[in-house]
C-alpha cells in the first residue's frame, strides 16, 4: 500500500498539506477541522499499511479483525471530513 499500491497516507499526507494551504489563504476554521482529520487520517493509513505487512507474515486473524476496524475508522473519518468541505459551497 505504501511502497507500490494505493499510496494510501501518502495521498492523504499531500491533501493534507492542500487543506493547510487552503486554510492559510482562506482563514476558514471548518478547513483547519479537516486539516487536523487528514493528518490523523494519514497516520491511520501508515499503521493500516505496517499491519497488513504483519498479516502477510502471520496470518494472525486478530490483526485482520484489526485492520477491518481501521478501515472503519478511516471511512468515518474520511467521511466526514469531506461533508465538511462539501457544507462550504
Same mark, same amino acid.
Do not use: C
Given at each position: 500500500?505504501?511502497?507500490?499500491?494505493?499510496?494510501?497516507?501518502?495521498?492523504?499526507?499531500?491533501?493534507?498539506?492542500? *487543506?493547510? /494551504?487552503?486554510?492559510?489563504?482562506?482563514?476558514?476554521? #471548518?478547513?483547519? %477541522?479537516?486539516?487536523?482529520?487528514? $493528518?490523523?487520517?494519514?497516520?491511520?493509513?501508515?499503521?493500516?499499511?505496517?499491519?497488513?505487512?504483519? *498479516?502477510? /507474515?502471520?496470518?494472525?486473524?486478530?490483526?485482520?479483525? #484489526?485492520?477491518? %476496524?481501521?478501515?472503519?475508522?478511516? $471511512?468515518?473519518?474520511?467521511?466526514?471530513?469531506?461533508?465538511?468541505?462539501?457544507?462550504?459551497?
Amino acid at each position: 500500500m505504501e511502497n507500490a499500491g494505493t499510496g494510501g497516507a501518502l495521498f492523504r499526507n499531500l491533501y493534507r498539506d492542500f *487543506i493547510k /494551504e487552503s486554510y492559510d489563504l482562506l482563514g476558514i476554521e #471548518q478547513i483547519a %477541522e479537516v486539516h487536523h482529520e487528514f $493528518a490523523q487520517i494519514a497516520l491511520l493509513w501508515t499503521s493500516l499499511a505496517e499491519l497488513f505487512g504483519q *498479516i502477510a /507474515e502471520t496470518a494472525s486473524f486478530d490483526d485482520v479483525q #484489526q485492520a477491518s %476496524e481501521i478501515f472503519r475508522t478511516i $471511512a468515518t473519518k474520511e467521511k466526514n471530513a469531506m461533508e465538511i468541505l462539501l457544507s462550504l459551497r
